[in-house]
């Protein structure tokens, strides 16, 4: 699967200019150099259960993630990687898949070459690649493993595992000056200049800039937004954005999506991953479609028809208007995949779901197709708006149903299929 800068919207121009990075392909997915944001997910399976694992896989790829990540800590979970991959061609998904690993990462890629072309990048942590005398050899033992398999190689700086000899150093060095900064801000600095020490010795290797990818994540947004500001001043790398440990819930949601916004909207960031606790029988694709919307959102990717629905109020009595939206939006849901196949271009539609006179016209005018609700228990007729124009005025218990039709009506005859195109050609030849 490959992104590509056609699937890009044009940078609302409220934005800042997008940061100029190189470019890494990533199993066929451009990562950097001016390529749309990609959306990145990680599995919690145990890799060793290779099916339990491309399952997972499939589930987040299918909700939007380009790149899946999966742990390799074990002998038995590299041993698995490759049958993983297997698992998912075979299910016809080409999502790349990247190799996490943190202390023994140079021993498992030498000891088992097909785990290691069958990954499409490796993301190693500085902090934990060895210790002392080991380190620089077993980094470069990794790095020559990317070297040989042809792989880009993600170097992530974490704010629980920050390289502990580096960051001893520079404090010591900071507590020698006449006017020492403040712990935070060395920190801060210890996990910029580890990201760019190490990406520099890869380079000295022989690892080329448009293979390296670079992260710095933190807990905290404040963090956060001031190492990826320093980070983006200081290097060209694409970089991976994203909290290290998010939270569960709402508050999760909150602080991934307040982070990385104010970032993108800054220019900063090529690939993102919201790393949410998911609550007990949760969905792992939850943090997928989190940066799904994210991203839609703030204008930069489409992946779905965007459905803009008032939140409801006094006017809006009854619970008429709430089960119209819930029908609307299940139905997306549902014929979502069929559409994207059949009709390409179908998730940059626009739909209003609105409950009354009061924004309900004017959203539904303004939106490519809408309807509004007329609100104070909403018995009369609501009329239907497509292109900004009133269509239909419909009523009664069937309105949701009557609505989606005219919604299906209005995909087929604006994002033609490739058979609908040719007979549509045919009927005007006669």
Not at 109 to 128: F, T
Not at 204 to 215: H, K, Y
Not at 317 to 334: C, T, V
Request: aromatic share 4%; hydrophobic share 40%; with cysteine.
């Amino acid at each position: 699967m490959t992104v590509n800068e056609n699937e890009l919207s044009p940078r609302p121009p409220e934005y800042a200019p997008r940061r100029k990075s190189a470019a890494a392909n990533v199993g066929g997915v451009i990562v950097g150099g001016g390529a749309p944001v990609v959306v990145q997910a990680m599995t919690d399976t145990d890799t060793a259960d290779d099916l339990a694992t491309a399952i997972q896989c499939a589930d987040l790829f299918r909700a939007g993630a380009e790149i899946v990540r999966v742990t390799v800590n074990t002998p038995r979970a590299a041993a698995a990687v490759s049958k993983v991959r297997a698992r998912l061609d075979d299910m016809g998904i080409g999502a790349p898949l990247v190799g996490d690993f943190h202390y023994n990462g140079h021993k498992l890629l030498a000891q088992y070459p097909e785990c290691a072309r069958a990954l499409a990048k490796y993301r190693i942590n500085p902090g934990n690649i060895g210790k002392g005398e080991k380190r620089d050899p077993q980094f470069r033992a990794i790095v020559g493993a990317a070297l040989e398999n042809e792989k880009p190689v993600r170097i992530g700086v974490n704010w629980g595992s920050a390289d502990r000899d580096l960051l001893s150093q520079m404090m010591d060095a900071n507590a020698r000056k006449k006017n020492p900064e403040d712990s935070q801000t060395v920190l801060r600095a210890a996990l910029v200049q580890s990201a760019l020490l190490s990406a520099r010795a890869a380079e000295e290797w022989g690892l080329a800039p448009e293979r390296i990818i670079v992260s710095c994540k933190t807990s905290r947004v404040p963090d956060l937004l001031a190492v990826y500001r320093k980070l983006a001043r200081e290097c060209s790398y694409p970089l991976h954005l994203g909290l290290t440990e998010a939270g569960m819930g709402l508050g999760g949601a909150a602080s991934s999506s307040a982070a990385m916004a104010i970032l993108l909207a800054e220019g900063i960031g090529d690939t993102v991953r919201a790393s949410l606790t998911p609550a007990p029988g949760a969905s792992r694709a939850d943090e997928v479609r989190l940066c799904c919307s994210l991203l839609q959102s703030l204008g930069l990717r489409a992946f779905s028809p965007q459905v803009t629905a008032c939140p409801g109020c006094g006017r809006t009595s009854g619970d008429f208007f709430r089960r119209l939206a819930e029908k609307i939006e299940s139905h997306i849901a549902r014929r979502l995949p069929e559409w994207k196949s059949e009709h390409p271009g179908v998730e940059n539609l626009n739909i209003a779901v609105m409950g009354c006179v009061v924004n309900g016209p004017g959203e539904s005018r303004r939106a490519d197709i809408g309807i509004s609700l007329p609100g104070g228990g909403e018995n009369p007729s609501a009329p239907v708006y497509v292109d900004g124009k009133k269509t239909a005025a419909l009523k009664g218990e069937n309105i949701p149903e009557e609505f989606i039709a005219i919604l299906e009506k209005y995909i087929r005859n604006r994002y033609p299929s490739a058979g609908e195109k040719q007979n549509a050609k045919a009927e005007k030849r006669n």
